[in-house]
């Protein structure tokens, strides 16, 4: 894919010369060796999809550095490609532009789909002082809405990237209506004057079906996403050791977490690790390839989500996709990705979350059939209808027409 892959979708924009990318966090986390996350994936589709004739902007030891022109599309391959040889090209691009630098171009339109570095005073200094259109990606409002799940100090952060979006943005683009309105609301109480505004849907990457099945046998569930306390892995863990200890082992499903450990997790980490009850019926795997998702999500008897908080939630919709049922937290923003599709759940109801998994572990559970049914109507937003939409947002931007 990579620099190929850039060029041949690109081509059918027509390029966007005044396109500068900030790539800090993918450069950055690309060097640390992890991998992509949600935010990540979606900066990701936009090098994807805009970054033939863009520029790519790298924040260093305080220096704006661009690079430009065929330099950029090897640093946009390498971030599209795999890690190693990927590596050695971001740093030796960047270290060559950061020894050079030449010249931001005034006026070019910033692109930040990744809230790097908007909690910095000096990154609203700097786009003033460089004369640039920035378009932000706001991805969700959690460290306000719900700081209790974040680490501290971050609600103070993220308000923080949201006065530089909405004292800096030429235009802001938000996954969600639910995105939007927390967005909205923030601004009224604080009497800010937004900038045009768009909502645009993420897109889902379609996963490949496997060509074999998982070595699991028995009926299993999977939990996808980084492992953090929003997302209530720990009252799944606590509801499986419940059904083991008060059920016989062989009629308890088994259960697959699949996603990176992240922050403030220890009560987690301690019962997938200490714990002997759940030996044998609950598998991590946190370093896992788009080939092993999809056998793994494929042959599930569903996706549980039963997060008390979510922006978007792309698990859902790439399970939906794949044809697997979900049963998740009932979040507005879950409907709005999902409709009337999974079957939603109080994310605090421990009994009916145990019902319900028990029910569509059974080979004829009728709920689950019934999801089935439901699935076959199933359309998921995908890129190409998200980019229409950023498109139009970013011609009538252009043109400064009302956006």
Same mark, same amino acid.
């Given at each position: 894919m990579a620099e190929a892959e850039i060029m041949r979708r690109g081509a059918s924009e027509g390029g966007r010369r005044d396109l500068l990318f900030d790539v800090t966090r993918l450069a950055g986390r690309l060097l640390e060796g992890k991998r992509p996350t949600g935010i990540d994936r979606v900066s990701l589709a936009y090098l994807r999809h805009f970054g033939t004739g863009a520029m790519a902007l790298v924040r260093h030891r305080g220096r704006w550095v661009q690079i430009r022109e065929q330099a950029a599309m090897r640093l946009f391959g390498a971030l599209l490609g795999e890690p190693g040889a990927a590596a050695r090209v971001v740093r030796t691009l960047v270290a060559q532009h950061f020894l050079a630098p030449r010249r931001i171009r005034p006026g070019s339109m910033l692109f930040n789909t990744g809230h790097s570095g908007l909690d910095e005073v000096s990154y609203g200094a700097m786009v003033q002082r460089f004369g640039l259109r920035p378009v932000y990606f706001l991805h969700d409002l959690i460290p306000i809405t719900h700081p209790e799940y974040c680490r501290p100090g971050e609600t103070a952060r993220h308000e923080m990237r949201l006065a530089t979006m909405i004292e800096t943005g030429a235009g802001l683009a938000v996954n969600s209506e639910v995105t939007a309105r927390d967005l909205a609301r923030y601004a009224e109480g604080r009497n800010l004057r937004m900038p045009p505004l768009v909502v645009a849907p993420l897109g889902t990457e379609p996963l490949k079906l496997p060509a074999a099945a998982p070595q699991e046998t028995a009926p299993y569930f999977v939990m996808l996403g980084t492992i953090e306390p929003?997302?209530?892995?720990?009252?799944?863990? $606590?509801?499986?050791?419940?059904?083991?200890?008060? &059920?016989?082992?062989?009629?308890?499903? =088994?259960? #697959?977490?699949? *996603?990176?450990? *992240?922050?403030?997790?220890?009560? #987690?980490?301690? /019962?997938?690790?200490?714990?002997? #009850? @759940?030996? *044998?019926?609950?598998?991590?795997?946190?370093?896992?390839?788009?080939? &092993? /998702?999809?056998?793994?999500?494929?042959?599930? +008897?569903?996706?549980?989500?039963?997060?008390?908080?979510?922006?978007?939630?792309? %698990?859902?919709?790439?399970? @939906?996709?794949?044809?697997?049922?979900?049963?998740? =937290?009932?979040? %507005? #923003?879950? +409907?709005?990705? !999902? *409709?009337?599709? %999974?079957?939603?759940?109080?994310?605090?109801?421990? %009994?009916?979350?145990?019902? /319900?998994?028990?029910?569509?572990?059974?080979?004829? =559970?009728?709920?689950?059939?019934?999801?089935? &049914?439901? /699935?076959? $109507?199933? !359309? !998921?937003?995908?890129?190409?209808? $998200?980019?229409?939409?950023?498109?139009?947002?970013?011609?009538?931007?252009? &043109?400064?027409?009302?956006?």
């Open positions: 929003r997302k209530n892995h720990l009252a799944m863990l $606590h509801l499986w050791r419940r059904m083991l200890e008060t &059920t016989r082992a062989e009629t308890v499903p =088994s259960l #697959v977490i699949i *996603g990176q450990r *992240g922050w403030e997790c220890e009560q #987690v980490i301690d /019962l997938l690790e200490r714990c002997v #009850v @759940l030996r *044998g019926k609950v598998r991590e795997l946190n370093g896992c390839d788009d080939d &092993t /998702l999809a056998t793994w999500l494929a042959g599930a +008897r569903a996706l549980l989500f039963p997060s008390f908080v979510e922006g978007f939630g792309m %698990p859902l919709a790439e399970a @939906l996709a794949l044809g697997v049922p979900a049963i998740a =937290s009932d979040l %507005p #923003v879950f +409907r709005e990705v !999902a *409709g009337d599709i %999974p079957d939603y759940l109080d994310p605090l109801d421990g %009994p009916a979350w145990q019902r /319900l998994i028990l029910d569509y572990a059974m080979p004829d =559970s009728a709920a689950r059939g019934a999801q089935m &049914t439901r /699935l076959r $109507h199933y !359309a !998921a937003p995908d890129w190409a209808g $998200h980019f229409r939409i950023v498109g139009d947002f970013l011609d009538r931007l252009g &043109t400064g027409q009302p956006a």
